[in-house]
């Protein structure tokens, strides 16, 4: 009996380039799980869920609704503290969309590289809450760039939650495309504001450089 216990638990390979991704057995969904922080993504082709938490960032999960290939990035634009980004608006602008670019092709490339066709893609946003004052406008930005994103590409948005004020815990199954998702009314503790503040403080620091382009 333990062995069979242990086999079942045993979590089958993930793709190449998710090693650096934290894996584990989801005993309540009994399923393989990878969690991700943000900056991170992940794709699966086969029967496992992906979660995350989620503050100011978005979470686009993308899925081929055929052959069950899909995933789920976190992300948030850059945009500096007095909102007006590195040099200006104009600049913030452009930089902040070739960002968001950059999250959401990687993603959908790798769900295409595995066998996913862009026609039969769909997709389900959370997060962009408004968390902190300093911030009041990046929750807003991430969800207005997701949007226009999806619709310039074609994807169909099936539903999600985003906006107000509250962190979001999200479960995404890119198998059957069913997604869960949990509002966080009372956070005990800082560590989905400290992780967002240091991502947001790493982006700005370490500007994207070169393009991704969706084949």
Same mark, same amino acid.
Request: charged share 25%.
């Given at each position: 009996?333990?062995?069979?216990? &242990?086999? %079942?638990?045993?979590?089958?390979?993930? !793709?190449p380039?998710?090693g650096?991704?934290? %894996? *584990?057995?989801?005993?309540?969904?009994?399923?393989?799980?990878?969690?991700?922080?943000? $900056? #991170?993504?992940?794709?699966?082709? $086969?029967?496992?869920?992906?979660?995350?938490?989620?503050?100011s960032?978005?979470?686009?999960?993308? %899925?081929?609704?055929?052959?069950? =290939?899909?995933?789920?990035? &976190?992300? @948030?634009?850059? =945009?500096?503290?007095?909102?007006k980004?590195?040099?200006?608006?104009a600049?913030?602008?452009?930089?902040?969309?070739?960002?968001?670019?950059?999250? @959401?092709?990687?993603?959908?490339?790798?769900? !295409?590289?595995?066998?996913?066709h862009?026609? &039969?893609? #769909?997709?389900?946003?959370?997060?962009?809450?408004?968390? @902190?004052?300093?911030?009041?406008?990046?929750?807003a930005?991430? =969800?207005?760039?997701? %949007?226009?994103?999806?619709?310039?590409?074609?994807?169909?948005?099936?539903?999600?939650?985003?906006?107000?004020?509250?962190?979001r815990?999200? =479960? *995404?199954?890119?198998?059957?495309?069913?997604?869960? @998702?949990?509002r966080?009314?009372?956070?005990?503790?800082?560590?989905?504001?400290?992780? #967002?503040?240091?991502?947001?403080? #790493?982006?700005?620091? &370490?500007? !994207?450089?070169?393009?991704v382009? !969706?084949?």
């Amino acid at each position: 009996m333990s062995v069979q216990l &242990h086999r %079942r638990h045993a979590l089958p390979p993930s !793709l190449p380039g998710f090693g650096a991704i934290n %894996r *584990y057995w989801d005993t309540v969904h009994d399923m393989p799980a990878a969690k991700i922080l943000p $900056g #991170e993504y992940y794709v699966t082709t $086969g029967k496992e869920l992906v979660t995350t938490v989620l503050g100011s960032c978005v979470s686009a999960c993308i %899925r081929d609704r055929v052959f069950g =290939i899909g995933g789920m990035n &976190h992300f @948030m634009l850059p =945009i500096s503290m007095d909102g007006k980004g590195w040099g200006g608006v104009a600049d913030m602008t452009s930089t902040a969309t070739r960002y968001g670019n950059f999250a @959401m092709e990687h993603m959908i490339n790798d769900i !295409l590289k595995h066998g996913g066709h862009k026609r &039969h893609l #769909e997709a389900k946003v959370f997060g962009g809450g408004k968390m @902190m004052d300093a911030l009041s406008d990046v929750g807003a930005k991430n =969800i207005e760039f997701v %949007r226009e994103y999806l619709e310039l590409e074609g994807i169909p948005l099936l539903g999600g939650d985003v906006g107000d004020i509250f962190p979001r815990k999200v =479960i *995404y199954i890119p198998s059957t495309g069913k997604a869960l @998702m949990k509002r966080i009314k009372h956070l005990h503790n800082d560590t989905i504001l400290r992780r #967002e503040n240091d991502y947001r403080s #790493e982006i700005t620091q &370490h500007p !994207l450089t070169g393009d991704v382009e !969706l084949f």
